[in-house]
T-cell receptor, first 116, second 111 residues
Framework: AQTVTQSQPEMSVQEAETVTLSCTYDTSESNYYLFWYKQPPSRQMILVIR??????QNATENRFSVNFQKAAKSFSLKISDSQLGDTAMYFCAFMSWTSGTYKYIFGTGTRLKVLA | SAVISQKPSRDICQRGTSLTIQCQVDSQVTMMFWYRQQPGQSLTLIATANQGSEATYESGFVIDKFPISRPNLTFSTLTVSNMSPEDSSIYLC????????FGSGTRLTVV
């Protein structure tokens, strides 16, 4: 069975600094996607970044980038130049599909607070 | 990307009653997903809904408790039936091939 582990329940970072959130996963699937989602207090789930497992190149979206280590089953999120608006819960998620059947597993989340 | 309108945003319901949550997508999508997020917890997938076929439920979730409809490519409903206080949660839908566009969630409180 697939699992997703986020070992940092809470983190804080000074505004304009860089922070890295950790995520590890376990799967025997060969085709899958990994995601980082942001959930601010409004509870709206917002996609931050996604990574296709078959791509070796790490995904980047503006200030957000990932370090995808497929062999180690690690998928960390780096936030550069942190902003107050980055304060939120961050969830790492794994998705796979087999014969039209989807599996979507979320980690337990990391609460990030950006300090002024 | 698609935009999803989810209703109601919140509700307080009596135990033993049912609540139907609606998600309307502004474009046609093949797959829709329904989640439960218990207080302070992560998201748990309830079921996936493909238009024109029965929803596929995850372990621990059954159709009698969480019936889902998917009448067309832009709309789906989730009903929480015979509610108890343990059903108090946030319920979210998402849509798209990879399911990464979410509705704004429904905060359900059962009293």
């Amino acid at each position: 069975a697939q699992t997703v582990t986020q070992s940092q329940p809470e983190m804080s970072v000074q505004e304009a600094e860089t922070v890295t959130l950790s995520c590890t996963y376990d799967t025997s699937e060969s085709n899958y996607y990994l995601f980082w989602y942001k959930q601010p207090p409004s509870r709206q789930m917002i996609l931050v970044i996604r990574q296709e497992a078959y791509k070796q190149q790490n995904a980047t979206e503006n200030r957000f980038s990932v370090n995808f280590q497929k062999a180690a089953k690690s998928f960390s999120l780096k936030i550069s130049d942190s902003q107050l608006g980055d304060t939120a819960m961050y969830f790492c998620a794994f998705m796979s599909w087999t014969s039209g059947t989807y599996k979507y597993i979320f980690g337990t989340g990391t609460r990030l607070k950006v300090l002024a | 990307s698609a935009v999803i309108s989810q209703k109601p945003s919140r509700d307080i319901c009596q135990r033993g009653t049912s609540l139907t949550i609606q998600c309307q997508v502004d474009s046609q999508v093949t797959m829709m997903f329904w989640y439960r997020q218990q207080p302070g917890q992560s998201l748990t997938l309830i079921a996936t809904a493909n238009q024109g076929s029965e929803a596929t439920y995850e372990s621990g979730f059954v159709i009698d408790k969480f019936p889902i409809s998917r009448p067309n490519l832009t709309f789906s409903t989730l009903t929480v039936s015979n509610m108890s206080p343990e059903d108090s949660s946030i319920y979210l839908c998402s849509a798209g091939q990879y399911g990464y566009t979410f509705g704004s969630g429904t905060r359900l409180t059962v009293v």
